[in-house]
């Protein structure tokens, strides 16, 4: 699987919009990119995921870039629930996903 | 609702002791997989299934093992277990050609 690198935290406005970024520069063609987030003490949760168009469900858009080299997910309207660690992860069909540190998110009321 | 269930939230066991955690999925999922969280190590897989009776390592088997029986079940087993071994496991599952993973809510083991 491409390594990805994400920043190691970030903080967001309640309300306002948080855009995660992600590097996958090694990704391969058949890897699509995945977010899970894992808000304290729970498993962790998925979120969308996606190959090389934007995809945009009930939870948040993913952005990849023509070059499919990175990515970014975008939380519309941050709340305080959204608080967790986002993990992005490169990984074809139905390899093991292998969970780097992700970005821990702060929304700030 | 879709839902994996996993035997214990807490779980405390002696050195020594043989240790099974139990996980189910309800959604008929063809894939399932045991991975460890600790502070600063993030998720590491130990072992996953493709099919029933079928088992592959990941990235830490070692002091591990597990069975599926049942599509639904995976059983993840310390058979003797360590202070080492102390740790939040979680299970999840995915169907086939899919990493939507759908996680348990974990168990929080420690051995004394």
């Known amino acids: 699987d491409a390594k990805t690198t994400q920043p190691t935290s970030m903080d967001c406005a309640e309300g306002r919009a948080a855009n995660l970024p992600c590097n996958h520069s090694?990704?391969?063609?058949?890897?699509?990119v995945y977010w899970y987030r894992q808000i304290h003490s729970q498993g962790p949760q998925y979120i969308i995921h996606?190959?090389?168009n934007n995809e945009t469900n009930e939870m948040a858009s993913l952005i990849i870039t023509e070059d499919r080299k990175s990515s970014t997910l975008i939380l519309p309207h941050a709340t305080l629930r959204d608080t967790a660690v986002y993990y992005c992860?490169?990984?074809?069909?139905?390899?093991?996903?292998?969970f780097g540190k992700g970005t821990r998110l702060s929304v700030i009321a | 609702d879709v839902k994996v269930t996993q035997s214990s939230r807490y779980l405390v066991k002696r050195t020594g002791e043989k240790v099974f955690l139990e996980c189910v999925q309800d959604?008929?999922?063809?894939?399932m997989f045991w991975y460890r969280q600790d502070p600063g190590l993030g998720l590491r897989l130990i072992y996953f299934?493709?099919?029933?009776?079928?088992?592959e390592k990941g990235d830490i088997p070692e002091g591990y093992s597990v069975s599926r029986e049942k599509k639904e079940r995976f059983s993840l087993i310390l058979e003797s277990a360590s202070t080492n071994q102390t740790s939040m496991y979680l299970c999840?599952?995915?169907?086939?050609?899919?990493?939507?993973?759908?996680f348990g809510p974990g168990t929080r083991l420690t051995v004394l």
């Open positions: 999840a599952s995915t169907a086939e050609e899919n990493n939507e993973q759908f």
């Open positions: 090694t990704i391969s063609g058949n890897e699509y």
């Open positions: 996606g190959l090389k």
């Open positions: 992860i490169a990984a074809a069909g139905n390899t093991p996903l292998v």
């Open positions: 959604m008929d999922h063809e894939n």
């Open positions: 299934s493709y099919d029933v009776k079928m088992k």
